[in-house]
């Protein structure tokens, strides 16, 4: 069975610390999908990674990829309790339908 | 807002009853996904249509069904409804048909059955 595992699926850090969330993926793809969920609302695009090795970066996030270790991450640096919401990390299998991960939901305490 | 609209924002409805939850995509896209979201849940991915027909089907219950129209609008009816059925109901659309495309989310629709 194809699986994208998150890591951890809770974390609850203090504002000013630096943490990074994994995202081990069985399939084969060569791209990853970062989303993002506040509380009770809806998810919004992240990131696209789409080769290996690729890193993009937004403000205090950073997404790497790594496709021959099967392995994404999601860093934080200098965390603000703005970024506190679900993470989710997103593959596919063979026939391009999307895997979700069950996502990490951070909390940033101020 | 990503441009995908979700109408109704609330619905409250008894068991054994029927909905219908309704979804418009983004302008030129033609892949609409249809997910649930139950409470402190990941996404559950139920149906994709793309341009009119049924592309992939998730884990989509019986008592669950969907269409899209031709203009590109889709619905989702869930019928003999049941407590589990309350979550919070996501529409998305992409521009391809592959999954590989980015997908743009709608507001959501949150079911509750009573």
């Known amino acids: 069975e194809l699986k994208v595992e998150q890591n951890p699926l809770f974390l609850s850090m203090q504002e000013g610390k630096n943490y990074t969330i994994y995202c081990n993926y069985s399939?084969?793809?060569?791209?990853l999908y970062w989303y993002r969920q506040d509380p009770g609302k809806s998810l919004e695009s992240l990131f696209v990674l789409l080769s290996n090795g690729a890193v993009k970066q937004e403000g205090r996030l950073m997404a790497s990829l790594d496709t021959k270790a099967r392995l994404s991450t999601l860093h934080i640096t200098a965390a603000v309790h703005d970024l506190s919401a679900t993470y989710f990390c997103?593959?596919?299998?063979?026939?391009?339908?999307?895997?979700w991960g069950a996502g990490t939901k951070l909390i940033i305490k101020p | 807002d990503s441009g995908v609209t979700q109408t109704p924002k609330h619905l409250i409805t008894a068991t054994g009853q029927r909905v219908t939850l309704r979804c418009s995509p983004r302008s030129g896209d033609l892949s609409v996904y249809w997910y649930q979201q139950s409470l402190d849940q990941g996404l559950q991915f139920l149906i994709q249509y793309y341009n009119g027909e049924e592309r992939a089907k998730g884990n989509i219950l019986e008592r669950f069904s969907a269409q899209q129209f031709p203009d590109l609008h889709s619905e989702l009816n869930l019928s003999s409804l049941e407590l589990g059925d309350s979550a919070l109901y996501f529409c998305a659309s992409s521009v391809g048909v592959l999954g590989t495309y980015e997908q743009y989310f709608g507001p959501g629709t949150r079911l509750t059955v009573t």
């Open positions: 997103v593959s596919w299998d063979s026939n391009y339908q999307l895997i």
């Open positions: 399939t084969t793809s060569d791209r």
